[in-house]
């Protein structure tokens, strides 16, 4: 049995973000020295997940390091909820506040400082990291979203019904404070930041992947390929792949999640 590469750890921390503790984990390269200023990648996961997806995509990055693919990095998940948290700064618990700035200042006092950071994430968590990205796109070096759980439209009564079916239609609501709220929903939303920060954006060159299955089950390549549209529109360079043939999940998963992730390798190790 090929060795890992990485060393796994598992931890807790109480937020004040969303005043509760927050469970995380963390790889690091089996040999890594506390000295050492190492890139940040922040790994969100999807719907009904928790941080053990970062355990799942673990022989991934093993895979990219033994290759020489990725760069040494410290890699950090952490566990957010579905309903209730969805990314999403909510009045008694703000989880997007949570993973753009209280979870990687945390981490950073045991394992920093941090010379780069990078964002991926998908579905639920694809949506995340492009919307913090896109909030402060100086901040980070790279964005990767695989299968991001984005729609076909820029306000609620755009977005046709067939595709917010679910937990989709639950984080569809929550985006417009449950109200059908067009100014918030642009606040949450990635049309959003897109559109408020293009400038800002162009101005980072910051590498960014879009990436979905045209087989999406839940029709999220429907809203992939409007986001493709709208970073046209704005001229904003970045790379789409649009899989034919793969689901939301089944076998090419594991594939695509590997490809992302050498796109944030590639990306730090040009940074």
């Known amino acids: 049995m090929t060795p890992c590469l990485t060393h796994l750890i598992e931890a807790h921390f109480g937020s004040a973000s969303v005043r509760a503790p927050v469970d995380f984990r963390v790889l690091l390269p089996s040999d890594w020295d506390r000295g050492e200023s190492l890139p940040l990648v922040l790994h969100l996961h999807g719907a009904m997940s928790s941080s053990a997806s970062l355990e799942l995509a673990r022989p ?11 760069p040494r990095a410290v890699v950090a998940c952490p566990s957010t909820p579905t309903a209730g948290g969805f990314y999403l700064d909510w009045p008694d618990a703000a989880w997007e506040t949570l993973i753009a700035h209280e979870f990687p200042e945390h981490v950073a006092k045991i394992f920093g400082p941090f010379k780069a950071t990078a964002l991926i994430g998908a579905s639920m968590g694809g949506y995340g990291a492009l919307k913090v990205a896109f909030a402060a796109p100086e901040r980070f070096d790279a964005v990767a979203a695989v299968s991001p759980a984005v729609f076909p439209g820029e306000e609620p009564r755009q977005v046709p019904a067939r595709n917010i079916p679910s937990v989709l239609g639950e984080l569809h609501a929550a985006m417009a404070g449950g109200a059908g709220d067009a100014a918030a929903y642009a606040a949450n939303s990635v049309y959003g930041r897109l559109r408020a ?27 992939a390929d409007y986001l493709h549209g709208v970073l046209l529109e704005l001229d904003i360079a970045h790379i789409y792949r649009l899989v034919e043939g793969a689901g939301h999940v089944g076998p090419a998963a594991d594939r695509r999640t590997l490809e992302a992730i050498r796109f944030i390798g590639t990306a730090l190790t040009a940074g």
């Open 197 to 223: 920060n293009a400038d800002a954006i162009r101005a980072a060159r910051l590498p960014i992947l879009i990436d979905c299955g045209a087989a999406d089950e839940f029709l999220l390549n429907e809203g």
């Open 60 to 70: 991934l990055y093993d895979e990219l390091w033994r290759r020489g693919e990725l």
